[in-house]
């Protein structure tokens, strides 16, 4: 794995009105990592994940992506490094008069001149690269299951080939059995076609099984940044409280008392 | 990025650079006019940086190709190549049949099935709410006054500013287009009695709806259907509070109370948009005009207006209210229901207008 920084957040600080999220936080993300943004509700990941896409501006610091200063981007610039990246949102936003198929194609129509044949062949690669079956290109989001709509949009999210891949919150809202058949999706295509994939959760699992490095935010700081093995070695009353290390031993005497 | 090579027995395709979706439209449109009639051999071995719509761009082509009966052969892979190619093309390659497009009598039938399955759906909308109705005048607490207060406010109170600028101008018209008939035989003074019975009667009451229909009507439509999309209704539901009693009737009393009210408000606004286009084209002062209006406008033209006033708002809650709880889970539903509810209200609002005219017609009113 190489070492070379895609992401680099120094010093943001964001606030609303008096509530301040973000309180001088730094974190580096590596080229080819699955890197994770962890933390409670109303930790701010979700807005660190917004700065980093260009939807929200931070009050004061620099976020570095794929080497360049997002804050002090032209328009022009700015056009061409979204196509390099691709988004998955939460809850898919899919464009809901378009079909699955339309959705993707819009990237491909909007963006390249290849030919009709092409695209179509690009469309039907997509969608079964994310698992999805060869009709699906004809439904609308509305006809689709929650599983369907994550895996619809990951296929849009990848549509332009992009180096760089934000998922916000990939795994909610599904089954954990299609929860991890999604992070194996997510661990393969990063194998295949080169990704550093970013992505906000919650998932513990997920933080187990594909996740190499992360940052768990918390008290408008980054309490740790690593891997698995580095943060848990930290100790810190957040990462007890989310990795459940002490705490589980509480809630387990509790629950024997409550039963005997 | 790609040179045709053309050999006596068969036509090398050399494949190379950078193949990634940005760089391949140009291939990609070569490739599309290019009509081989010898063997192919596609030679991949410079390509330098491949992706997935790199690969996809081979294997189309090399399928194409190889579907018009031409042979081909693919050299020069290497492990990379390979490793993209069967993670990418895991399944074999399959064509999903579009979906069918039916004919447009297909069409034509299931719109008019569908019409007609609309107004029953209707109906059993309109028998819910008056069951529900029944039940709650047994139990007269269970009426939301204060609910019912709050639409009076949004649907009477802030719509006055736009009625008001809306009967002013409609009166404006009126009298402008009468008076231009009426002088030609020196009658200039029946433009009193053209103001105000057709302001009164008919003119008000149906602005005034037309108004509401756009403005309330749509919002009860949205209002209700987002409340739907957020499951609200749902959550109303399984705690016992009947979205009827809720939603529906506190918007359809509210209005129905409120509609002669604005009509009446029209009416006044109206018939002084026509006594100052009287004064300014005619010379008729005010005091000439009223005095005239008194005799002119029997008080059955008033009251028919303002007696439509409750019908029209009946139509146009139910209406909108019924299409709201249509609204689906998808974002699109909201703007085609609001659409599909103003259409509904105004159309019905002129058929019940229409209705009235025949019936007080017969009745000799």
Redesign the interface.
């Known amino acids: 794995m190489s070492s070379q920084p895609i992401i680099q957040v120094q010093d943001v600080v964001t606030a609303f009105g008096d509530t301040i999220v973000h309180d001088h936080i730094n974190c580096t993300i590596h080229e080819h990592e699955i890197y994770a943004l962890l933390g409670g509700s109303g930790s701010g990941k979700s807005t660190l994940l917004r700065e980093m896409i260009l939807l929200q501006r931070p009050q004061s610091g620099t976020i570095t992506v794929l080497g360049q200063n997002i804050a002090t981007l032209s328009p022009e610039e700015a056009q061409n490094l979204r196509q390099k990246w691709g988004v998955l949102f939460q809850s898919g936003a899919l464009f809901?008069?378009l079909t699955v198929g339309q959705n993707i194609e819009l990237l491909y129509r909007e963006y390249?001149?290849?030919?009709a044949?092409?695209i179509n062949?690009?469309v039907?690669?997509?969608i079964?690269?994310v698992g999805l079956?060869?009709?699906a290109?004809?439904l609308?989001?509305?006809q689709l299951s929650g599983g369907m709509v994550k895996r619809a949009a990951l296929a849009r999210a990848?549509a332009?080939?992009p180096k760089l891949l934000f998922l916000d919150e990939p795994t909610s809202g599904l089954d954990p059995f299609s929860a991890r058949q999604f992070d194996t999706l997510i661990y393969?295509l990063r194998d295949?076609?080169g990704l550093t994939v970013v992505m906000v959760t919650h998932d513990l699992d997920t933080i187990h099984h594909i996740v190499d490095r992360f940052a768990l935010l918390g008290e408008a700081k980054v309490v740790a940044e690593g891997s698995l093995e580095e943060v848990l070695a930290i100790n810190h009353p957040l990462i007890e409280y989310f990795f459940q290390t002490t705490v589980q031993t509480s809630h387990q005497k509790e629950i024997h008392g409550i039963q005997s | 990025m790609l040179t045709i090579i053309d050999d006596p027995a068969h036509i090398t395709l050399q494949c190379h650079g950078v193949w990634t979706l940005p760089n391949l439209a140009a291939v990609a449109q070569n490739l599309e006019l290019f009509k081989p009639l010898k063997p192919l051999r596609w030679d991949i071995s410079q390509i330098t940086e491949l992706d997935s719509a790199g690969i996809a761009l081979l294997q189309l082509y090399y399928r194409n190709f190889e579907n018009q009966g031409v042979v081909s052969e693919l050299v020069g892979t290497n492990g990379t190549h390979t490793k993209l190619y069967s993670l990418l093309y895991k399944h074999p390659h399959q064509d999903a049949p579009p979906v069918k497009i039916h004919s447009w009598l297909h069409n034509l039938g299931r719109e008019g099935y569908e019409n007609i399955q609309g107004v029953g759906k209707f109906l059993a909308f309109l028998g819910e709410a008056f069951v529900l109705l029944l039940y709650t005048l047994r139990y007269p607490g269970k009426i939301r006054y204060h609910s019912i207060m709050v639409h009076i406010y949004t649907t009477g109170i802030t719509a006055l500013p736009i009625i008001g600028i809306s009967a002013f101008l409609i009166g404006v018209v009126i009298a402008f287009q009468s008076l231009v008939q009426l002088q030609k035989f020196g009658a200039d003074i029946f433009i009193v009695d053209t103001i105000g019975i057709s302001l009164t009667r008919e003119l008000a009451p149906l602005i005034t709806a037309i108004v509401v229909a756009g403005r309330s009507g749509s919002a009860f439509t949205a209002q209700i259907g987002a409340m739907k999309m957020t499951q609200e209704i749902d959550a109303m539901r399984t705690m016992g509070f009947d979205p009827f009693i809720f939603l529906v009737w506190p918007r359809v009393f509210a209005l129905i109370l409120v509609m002669p009210l604005l009509i009446f408000f029209a009416d006044l606004i109206g018939i002084f948009g026509g006594m100052v286009v009287a004064k300014a084209q005619a010379n008729l002062s005010f005091n000439e005009f009223l005095y005239r209006l008194k005799g002119a406008l029997a008080i059955k033209h008033y009251v028919i207006g303002i007696v439509k006033g409750p019908f029209f708002a009946f139509l146009i809650a139910m209406a909108s209210t019924y299409r709201g709880f249509q609204i689906s889970l998808n974002t699109e539903s909201i703007g085609h229901y609001t659409t599909v509810s103003v259409v509904n209200s105004i159309f019905l609002v002129i058929a019940c207008d229409a209705l009235f005219s025949v019936l007080l017609t017969e009745l000799k009113l």
Do not use: G
Request: charged letters at 25%; a negative charge.
């Open positions: 809901s008069s390249t001149d290849l030919p044949n092409l062949e690009l039907k690669l997509k079964d690269i079956p060869a009709h290109r004809y609308y989001p509305s990848l332009l080939d393969q295949l076609l």
